[in-house]
């Protein structure tokens, strides 16, 4: 069965950190772009950042460049985000995507984890 | 980079047929063939159901279509069923290796 599976959210503190994990399952984690796309109930969704299926290109959205790092290891089918600087705005569910491409994404996401969530409250 | 627009809501009767629109600029949905539509029930993860505006995977009905004109894109569900309700987000690749949501619309059949 193919399937994404996320784990390491949590509650944290403005100015915090936190990694969250994804692990993939059921197809060649390799050969596939991944992302990460968060969701907050009054924002929607939004595409938070992207790798090359290599994981030598990463992709920010401008709202988290700088905090954020992307990163994947392929030996163990694994997704990675850090997060940094954590503002009150990045509460979220972060969720783990599979890209149809194995370069750029251009958006076509066709699996889908369930997400982690991701809390920034003092 | 602002987010794509969609109306917040959309309803129809079983039966009928409705279009949901994606409205961004020529920097993204009016320069590039690559929208896809999503659909999302509550408590379930989006699932795709269009891709490069028209085209549509594997198993998804084909009551389910996409076209675009200039800066908007729309999805069209024809003969509704109960099913079709849920929440649908629209996606563009907007150059520099970004994509951009739209913030959804939720679909109501009467």
């Known amino acids: 069965e193919v399937q994404l599976l996320e784990s390491g959210g949590g509650l944290v503190q403005p100015g915090g950190s936190l990694r969250l994990s994804c692990v993939a399952s059921?197809?060649?984690?390799?050969?596939?772009?991944m992302s990460w796309v968060r969701q907050t109930p009054g924002k929607g969704l939004e595409w938070v950042s992207g790798i090359s299926s290599s994981g030598g290109s990463t992709y920010y959205a401008d709202s988290v460049k700088g905090r954020f790092t992307i990163s994947r290891d392929n030996s163990k089918n694994m997704l990675y985000l850090q997060l940094n600087s954590l503002r009150a705005e990045d509460t979220a569910v972060y969720s783990c995507?599979?890209?149809?491409?194995?370069?750029?994404?251009?958006?076509?996401?066709?699996?889908w984890g369930q997400g982690t969530m991701v809390t920034v409250s003092s | 980079q602002s987010a794509l627009t969609q109306p917040p809501s959309a309803s129809g009767s079983p039966g009928q047929s409705v279009t949901i629109s994606c409205t961004g600029t020529?920097?993204?949905?009016?320069?590039?063939?690559?929208v896809s539509w999503y659909q999302q029930h509550p408590g379930k993860a989006p699932k795709l159901m269009i891709y490069e505006v028209s085209k549509r995977p594997s198993g998804v009905p084909d009551r389910f279509s996409g076209s675009k004109s200039g800066n908007t894109a729309s999805l069209t569900v024809s003969g509704l069923q109960a099913e079709d309700e849920g929440d649908y987000y629209c996606?563009?690749?907007?150059?520099?290796?970004?994509?951009?949501f739209g913030g959804g619309t939720k679909l109501t059949v009467l």
């Open positions: 996606t563009s690749y907007a150059g520099s290796n970004s994509v951009l």
């Open positions: 059921g197809f060649t984690f390799s050969s596939y772009a």
């Open positions: 020529s920097s993204d949905v009016g320069g590039y063939n690559y």
């Open positions: 995507v599979k890209d149809v491409r194995s370069s750029t994404s251009r958006g076509t996401f066709d699996i």
